[in-house]
């Protein structure tokens, strides 16, 4: 039996810890493998139709997880189950993402050990939320689960992420050693830091095991935990509510810096904001938590609703300012510079025309292009078609462009300002991004009967796991039929209003079941 937390307010113990360092472990497959470095390494590797197997990787994972995460709740409630499915699932999810290093040279290989890197990865998350009904007492429950998101913050998420980096400036970007690097590091930080966990913490809450235990029962147990969850009016409120604002917040994840894309904002500075984001998380995770215990985990949770809604209009307000410049300035490009190019002979030429374009729009687009034409090649440099794209470049910046009150003039002061923006929401993001999941996970974890945790928390996983998909859906279908990325922003607003007005009329119901619980 493991030691009993220490009272409200005082400091962690060891098993509070050994909790908390488990998040510091697997942050950097979620930094490293599922969102920053991997994916562009995959699909460098697949080639053009890297990013469509890279989807269908992910959703195959997504998807048995979700599927399963049920049933092996239902399982883990064992006495002694708990503990060795975690072990399990963290292990499939180190090994395999270890072994993806190996097969760098067969991309359905890789493929193939992400989609099981992040089942293991995926589900031993489920069992580590579960955990946190074992570790503490509801009254430490807020802030034990925020001080977990921000160690994955400056743990898992910056150090061994910055490292990584690091090396692949060095080496180069495209160095295989770097690359393999950047992912074998991910597994031994993961396991090496997987051991107080293992070490220290133990099941205290289950249900225990009966003769009668299969399969059939098990799945007759998930069937009954979801009639409770329905029974239990506040319950079933907070979850459905969770639904819709966890899903705006994972859809702001998502799309960040693909609607920073589209708009035309350089990647280095999206990438220097996002990082911002993960140092601003660390602080204000902890911050949040001591924010719910003054004044309630409800109100803290609604306060992190009403700046994600500030968040939105932010965004939209980014994109709405820059796209009629935008499509002006494409217009300009085309009329301008594209047109008089568009009798190109050659692949090499084609190609350059398109780097160039892309150059056009910087500030200071004189001087790349100074640059990109000075490391020309001396056969490049005797090329007529090549010198043609610098030549019509040089007359588009000479003229329109060369011009503040022109198209081009015009979309760069747009830029600066969305730039500006999309560090303002980089910051904004930063203050409730770790707050809104730990203190979710915590007053879920206050909600349910603690000898079944694992079961409801496998329910309260699938709800994480495809509110992903409603979001991003909303996102694309507003965004297309307006043709304006910044309207699909305005509409993630109604996911955070439903959460929201659902938090507020749901209060009696869901406090009194946070009472009765």
């Not at 269908?56 to 409630?77: E, R, W």
């Not at 270890?98 to 359905?108: G, Q, R």
């Not at 090396?167 to 993961?190: C, D, E, M, R």
């Not at 015009?410 to 600066?416: E, G, H, T």
């Amino acid at each position: 039996m493991q030691a009993k937390a220490a009272g409200k307010g005082k400091r962690f113990n060891r098993t509070e810890w050994s909790w908390i360092m488990y998040d510091w472990a697997n942050s950097i497959y979620a930094t490293n493998i599922m969102a920053a470095i991997f994916p562009t390494i995959f699909v460098s590797i697949a080639g053009d139709a890297g990013d469509i197997w890279w989807g269908y990787g992910t959703s195959i994972a997504t998807f048995a997880v979700a599927l399963l995460a049920p049933v092996l709740g239902a399982l883990a409630d064992r006495r002694g189950m708990k503990k060795k499915l975690f072990t399990v699932f963290m292990l499939i999810g180190v090994v395999f993402t270890f072994l993806i290093a190996l097969v760098m040279n067969n991309w359905k290989l890789m493929l193939a050990g992400y989609i099981l890197s992040r089942i293991g990865f995926s589900g031993s998350c489920l069992f580590y939320d579960s955990f946190l009904t074992d570790v503490t007492t509801d009254d430490r429950m807020d802030k034990v689960s925020s001080w977990g998101y921000a160690m994955g913050y400056i743990g898992g998420s910056t150090i061994p992420f910055l490292i990584s980096i690091a090396v692949l400036l060095a080496l180069g970007y495209g160095n295989p050693i770097a690359q393999k690097f950047s992912i074998i590091i991910t597994s031994v930080w993961w396991l090496v830091f997987s051991i107080p966990f293992l070490r220290n913490v133990e099941q205290v809450h289950c249900v225990e095991k009966t003769e009668g235990d299969s399969l059939g029962k098990i799945f007759r147990n998930v069937l009954k935990t979801a009639r409770e969850i329905s029974a239990r009016r506040g319950l079933l409120l907070f979850m459905v509510a969770y639904f819709f604002y966890i899903d705006g917040v994972g859809t702001i994840i998502s799309i960040s810096t693909a609607y920073g894309t589209v708009l035309g904002l350089g990647t280095v500075g999206m990438i220097l904001a996002l990082l911002v984001t993960q140092i601003v998380a660390m602080p204000c995770s902890i911050l949040f938590a001591n924010i719910a215990e003054k004044v309630t985990a409800r109100k803290a949770l609604i306060g992190a609703i009403l700046i994600y809604t500030l968040i939105c209009i932010v965004g939209f307000y980014m994109g709405f300012s820059l796209e009629p410049h935008q499509a002006a300035y494409e217009e300009a490009v085309r009329t301008e510079y594209a047109e008089p190019l568009a009798d190109l002979k050659g692949e090499e030429a084609s190609a350059l025309r398109e780097d160039v374009r892309k150059i056009l729009s910087a500030k200071d687009a004189a001087k790349q292009l100074n640059e990109k034409q000075d490391a020309l090649t001396a056969e490049q440099q005797g090329d007529q078609e090549i010198l043609r794209v610098f030549q019509a470049a040089n007359a588009f910046l000479n003229g329109e462009a060369g011009q503040e009150t022109g198209a081009a003039g015009r979309f760069r002061k747009a830029v600066s300002l969305s730039t500006i923006l999309f560090w303002a929401m980089a910051v904004l993001v930063g203050t409730v991004q770790g707050g809104i999941q730990a203190v979710s996970r915590s007053y879920f974890g206050k909600l349910i009967p603690k000898a079944r945790s694992n079961e409801f928390f496998g329910f309260f996983d699938i709800f994480g796991k495809f509110a992903s998909v409603l979001g991003p859906f909303l996102y694309s279908v507003i965004g297309g039929w307006t043709g304006r990325s910044s309207y699909g922003v305005l509409a993630l607003i109604v996911l955070f209003l439903i959460g929201l007005v659902i938090m507020i009329r749901g209060k009696d119901a869901i406090e009194a079941q946070s009472a009765e619980s």
